[in-house]
T-cell receptor, first 113, second 114 residues
Framework: DAGVTQSPTHLIKTRGQQVTLRCSPKSGHDTVSWYQQALGQGPQFIFQYYEEEERQRGNFPDRFSGHQFPNYSSELNVNALLLGDSALYLC????????????FGAGTRLSVL | DQQVKQNSPSLSVQEGRISILNCDYTNSMFDYFLWYKKYPAEGPTFLISISSIKDKNEDGRFTVFLNKSAKHLSLHIVPSQPGDSAVYFCAASGLGGSQGNLIFGKGTKLSVKP
């Protein structure tokens, strides 16, 4: 049973560039959430997708956008990268929209130079 | 302002003894609480959870206690093993009826010494 998978594992970009991160949820899960984890901090909620729509959003600017595909996989896009966007980006999936327990992937480490 | 606080950045325990990790929260509207364990270069792994209608939940060596009046929860690991060495995150959900938005503490690094 495949868990949550994310790609790529590491990424280096320069300021002003755009980046796309990808996530495949755990088998049987239809809800995907994205989190940003800065060094020494806990993960911070970016947004959640269900039925290909953004259902909830945390306190992140519009430069952060996402998408969910019919197969439940998801993408996180960040435009106009800033140095402060350097972080570990985690994808989590849950069985459905009502489920509290989320299962996380290993993350994508983004470095913005 | 942090809504979920883990005030101890680190904890060191001898193998075989009890590890107690603490977590405080500020918003009484949280209705579900979770503990995650994180090893370096891996994502957080779900450990155990508790609903606000309960005060205790047990799973093997792991027990979570919830004190709603004090807005405090704790994770007990008995007996502690060297493989338990990791960063432990407390998380809460349920604000505004939403389950998707987990709010995390900053984590406590547990070291279990042989």
């Amino acid at each position: 049973d495949a868990g949550v998978t994310q790609s790529p594992t590491h990424l280096i970009k320069t300021r002003g560039q755009q980046v796309t991160l990808r996530c495949s949820p755990k088998s049987g899960h239809d809800t995907v959430s994205w989190y940003q984890q800065a060094l020494g901090q806990g993960p911070q909620f970016i947004f959640q997708y269900y039925e290909e729509e953004e259902r909830q959003r945390g306190n992140f600017p519009d430069r952060f956008s996402g998408h969910q595909f019919p197969n439940y996989s998801s993408e996180l896009n960040v435009n106009a990268l800033l140095l402060g966007d350097s972080a570990l980006y985690l994808c989590a999936s849950s069985l459905n929209l009502e489920e509290n327990i989320q299962y996380f992937g290993a993350g994508t480490r983004l470095s913005v130079l | 302002d942090q809504q979920v606080k883990q005030n101890s950045p680190s904890l060191s325990v001898q193998e075989g003894r009890i590890s107690i990790l603490n977590c405080d929260y500020t918003n009484s509207m949280f209705d579900y609480f979770l503990w995650y364990k994180k090893y370096p270069a891996e994502g957080p792994t779900f450990l155990i959870s508790i609903s606000s209608i309960k005060d205790k939940n047990e799973d093997g060596r792991f027990t979570v206690f919830l004190n709603k009046s004090a807005k405090h929860l704790s994770l007990h690991i008995v007996p502690s093993q060297p493989g338990d060495s990791a960063v432990y995150f407390c998380a809460a959900s349920g604000l505004g009826g939403s389950q998707g938005n987990l709010i995390f503490g900053k984590g406590t690094k547990l070291s279990v010494k042989p």
